[in-house]
């Protein structure tokens, strides 16, 4: 039972637009939830967070919304740039407990 | 240079033999995690080390063995393995403190077993 869900593998995004990635989660005890950015043959890098007693957080041109009701959160990325190409993962996790699941991750590409 | 440090960072290996992973954190942190990530599957939780005590083993068969000598290093001992266990395994470090840590992780292990 995948309690992560990242239903989109892969999106294309021109460059300058705004790059949308979604996630659900069907864990109601979840709440802090994270984004890690990987490169090929690198390992994930921390991006952005959130936690639940929010609703968004931004961090530049990256900012996560979450809907607690519909248990989904999104980042958006705006505008993209082309090193934002990579795999994006999205992660929950509750508080105290160290262990975070993560989704299958969605391919981002940015076309020049 | 996430300043978690894996090696090998590819590993060819036959169903009989027995290797190890390795790696070493540079951040000060005291907990230590090995993750796997197969192809179209998230990315799974094997073990937790935190103070260089297992905290978690989330039901990884026993050919997966870690260790965990302090908190520096951590260790996966690799023996008669499966086709099925090729997959990049990832090593993260976190600081070890209630509530939500972030993880760091190192570029992986890239294992293929034949």
């Not at chain 2, 086709?83 to 090593?91: F, R, V």
């Not at chain 2, 939500?100 to 294992?111: C, D, R, V, Y």
Request: glycine share 6%.
């Amino acid at each position: 039972d995948q309690q992560v869900k990242q239903n989109s593998p892969s999106l294309s995004v021109q460059e300058g637009r705004i790059s949308i990635l979604n996630c659900d989660y069907t864990n109601s005890m979840f709440d802090y939830f994270l984004w890690y950015k990987k490169y090929p043959a690198e390992g994930p890098t921390f991006l952005i967070s959130i936690s639940s007693i929010k609703d968004k957080n931004e961090d530049g041109r990256f900012t996560v919304f979450l809907n607690k009701s519909a248990k989904h959160l999104s980042l958006h990325i705006v505008p993209s740039q082309p090193g934002d190409s990579a795999v994006y993962f999205c992660a929950g996790s509750n508080f105290g407990n160290e262990k975070l699941t993560f989704g299958t991750g969605t391919r981002l590409t940015i076309i020049p | 240079e996430t300043g978690v440090t894996q090696t090998p960072r590819h590993l060819v290996m036959g169903m009989t033999n027995k290797k190890s992973l390795k790696c070493e954190q540079h951040l000060g942190h005291n907990a230590m995690y090995w993750y796997k990530q197969s192809a179209k599957k998230p990315l799974e939780l094997m073990f937790v080390y935190s103070l260089e005590e297992r905290v978690e083993n989330n039901s990884v068969p026993s050919r997966f063995s870690p260790e965990c000598p302090n908190s520096s290093h951590l260790f996966l001992h690799l023996h008669t393995l499966q086709p099925e266990d090729s997959a990049l395994y990832l090593c993260a470090s976190s600081q070890w403190i209630e509530g939500n840590e972030k993880l760091f992780f190192g570029s992986g292990t890239q294992l293929s077993v034949l």
